[in-house]
């Protein structure tokens, strides 16, 4: 049986010296003195800042959802159906990526491949493969479905080969005596593990995923992004004001939705 310790003790220190650890704390403090003194903030452009903030405080205040209606509920619609396809087809790319990833489970060569697949998915920001697709298939919500579906893909597999490897692996050894194939395995053994959190992890994924469509829209792949920057451009506080407030709304009832679900299934 486990014993746990039942005092608390001080953890090791890195630095056993007291010397080296008044050194690198003085360090630390003199590069963050030197790193704030290299912004060279401009306090003219900071207070006209300020100043546009406010009108744009303002206009979230007062939010006008009439005006520009059918900009908003065009781009709303594309947000959406972004999102709900990437998801799906991102979760569908990821699941035997993220098998393949999993140590326990995929050869050597199988593994190192996906989770090379992954590290690409994952080093680079949406924003960043947002500007590549749109170069390569033009402005619109197709630019933003693939964005969307490839960083979902480094998402949801990480953590699924991750579940993977922290299975029971005794429930996994009772199947493969009773003799069992490598595919009776994931699904017998692997499977029923997994899935409560491969639910959760694709609905948290969805959330991000709606909430990336505002920010990839800036650069022109479509959705309400692309509406929100114009209503910005043109000094429409109060319009840009609704589409926030319709994004945060989505947003509500999507984590409500995701948490009584997960509950539910679980």
Known sequence: MTQYPTTWTRPPQIFKHRGWRIGLQ???????VLAIGSIDANWERIAAGMERGMRFVQGFLQPNFTSRWSDISTGLIESLTMTFTSTIVGIAISIPIGIGAARNLAPRPVYYVCRAIIAVSRAL??????????AMFGFGPFAGFLTLAFATIGFIAKLLAEDIEDIDETQA???????ASWWQLVNYAVQ??????????????????????AVIGIVGAGGIGA???TAIDRYEYDSAGAILLIIIG?????????SYLRKFLQ
């Not at 639910?199 to 469509?213: A, H, P, T, V």
């Open 125 to 134: 920001q949406e924003i960043i493969v947002a500007i590549f697709f749109v």
């Open 250 to 258: 989505i947003v509500l009832v999507s984590e409500y939705g995701s």
């Open 26 to 32: 003085i360090g630390v403090l003199v590069w963050f």
């Open 227 to 229: 509406t929100l920057n």
């Open 173 to 179: 050894e009772a199947i493969r005596a009773t003799g």
């Open 192 to 213: 029923p593990q997994v899935m409560p959190r491969l639910i959760g992890l694709s609905l948290y994924r969805f959330d991000i995923n709606f909430r990336e469509s």
